[in-house]
C-alpha cells in the first residue's frame, strides 16, 4: 500500500492503529519505506500550532537526529532503543491527523512529481543539511510567534520529499528562511533591549 499511498492516507492508517498507545517503534513501522519524509512531517505538525515550550524543543531535537542522518546519507532512520519504546496516547495522534488530514489532501491535490534534484544522493544530502538548520531554529524558536512558521516550513518540506515534489520543498524552504530571519530579528531586539537597560 505504501509505496503508492498518498501521505494523508498512511497517516490515517497510523491514527487508526489497534490499542491504546502507539509507540515510536510502532509508528516508525507503519512509516515503512518513506520513514524518513513522513517522519519529518510528523515532527512539524505539533508546531503548527501553538504549543507549550517543551513540544517545539523535543520536536526539534529528533528532527536534528532525522536530519544528521538525512545528511550522512543514511537510506533508513536509527532512533534510539529507549526512544523506539517511549509512547504516545494513540487518540492523541488521532486527533493530530483528524486536523492535518483536511489540509494534507488540499496540498496533495496541487502537489505533483517534478523538479527532481531532490531525489538525487546529493540532493537529499543537501536537504539534510537544511533540515539541520530549520531544526536547530526550532530548538531556540519564540514561542508561537516563531515556532509556526518553522513547523509549517518543516511540514511542507517532508511533504514535499515524499510526494517527490521539488516545488513544495522549496516553498517549505522559502517560508523556513523567513522563520529562520524572524526568530533572529526577535533574538536581536531582546538583546538590544537588554543592552539599553544597562546603558540607563
Same mark, same amino acid.
Given at each position: 500500500?505504501?509505496?503508492?499511498?498518498?501521505?494523508?492516507? $498512511?497517516?490515517?492508517?497510523?491514527?487508526?492503529?489497534?490499542? *491504546? &498507545?502507539?509507540?515510536?517503534?510502532?509508528? $516508525?513501522?507503519? @512509516? &515503512? *519505506?518513506?520513514?524518513?519524509?513522513?517522519?519529518?512531517?510528523?515532527?512539524?505538525?505539533?508546531?503548527?500550532?501553538?504549543?507549550?515550550?517543551? /513540544?517545539?524543543?523535543?520536536?526539534? =531535537? =529528533?528532527?536534528? =537526529? $532525522?536530519? $544528521?542522518? /538525512?545528511?550522512?546519507?543514511?537510506?533508513?532512520?536509527?532512533?534510539?532503543?529507549? @526512544?523506539?519504546?517511549?509512547?504516545?496516547?494513540?487518540? *492523541?495522534?488521532?486527533? %493530530?491527523?483528524?486536523?492535518?488530514?483536511?489540509?494534507?489532501? &488540499?496540498?496533495?491535490?496541487?502537489?505533483?512529481?517534478?523538479?527532481?534534484?531532490?531525489?538525487?544522493?546529493?540532493?537529499?544530502?543537501?536537504? #539534510?543539511?537544511?533540515?539541520?538548520?530549520?531544526?536547530? +531554529? @526550532?530548538?531556540?524558536?519564540?514561542?508561537? /510567534?516563531?515556532?509556526?512558521?518553522?513547523?509549517? %516550513?518543516?511540514? @511542507?518540506?517532508?511533504?514535499?520529499?515524499?510526494?517527490? *515534489? #521539488?516545488?513544495? !520543498?522549496? !516553498?517549505?524552504?522559502?517560508?523556513?528562511?523567513?522563520? !529562520?530571519?524572524?526568530?533572529?530579528?526577535?533574538?536581536? +531586539?531582546?538583546? +538590544?533591549? /537588554?543592552?539599553?537597560?544597562?546603558?540607563?
Amino acid at each position: 500500500m505504501y509505496s503508492g499511498a498518498r501521505t494523508s492516507d $498512511v497517516l490515517t492508517v497510523l491514527a487508526n492503529q489497534e490499542g *491504546d &498507545r502507539l509507540t515510536v517503534g510502532d509508528i $516508525v513501522a507503519v @512509516l &515503512r *519505506d518513506r520513514a524518513f519524509a513522513l517522519l519529518v512531517v510528523l515532527l512539524g505538525l505539533p508546531n503548527c500550532l501553538p504549543m507549550p515550550p517543551p /513540544i517545539p524543543l523535543v520536536c526539534g =531535537l =529528533l528532527l536534528l =537526529l $532525522v536530519a $544528521v542522518q /538525512i545528511a550522512i546519507g543514511k537510506s533508513s532512520p536509527w532512533l534510539p532503543k529507549a @526512544l523506539l519504546g517511549r509512547s504516545v496516547a494513540r487518540k *492523541d495522534v488521532e486527533r %493530530a491527523v483528524k486536523r492535518a488530514v483536511p489540509v494534507l489532501r &488540499r496540498l496533495e491535490r496541487w502537489s505533483r512529481p517534478r523538479l527532481s534534484v531532490f531525489e538525487t544522493a546529493l540532493g537529499m544530502r543537501g536537504m #539534510g543539511i537544511a533540515l539541520l538548520t530549520l531544526s536547530l +531554529a @526550532l530548538i531556540v524558536a519564540a514561542p508561537v /510567534i516563531g515556532q509556526i512558521p518553522l513547523g509549517l %516550513a518543516v511540514c @511542507l518540506v517532508g511533504l514535499g520529499l515524499v510526494e517527490r *515534489d #521539488g516545488i513544495l !520543498v522549496l !516553498v517549505g524552504l522559502g517560508i523556513g528562511s523567513l522563520g !529562520v530571519l524572524l526568530n533572529a530579528g526577535f533574538a536581536y +531586539a531582546i538583546v +538590544a533591549g /537588554i543592552i539599553s537597560l544597562f546603558h540607563l
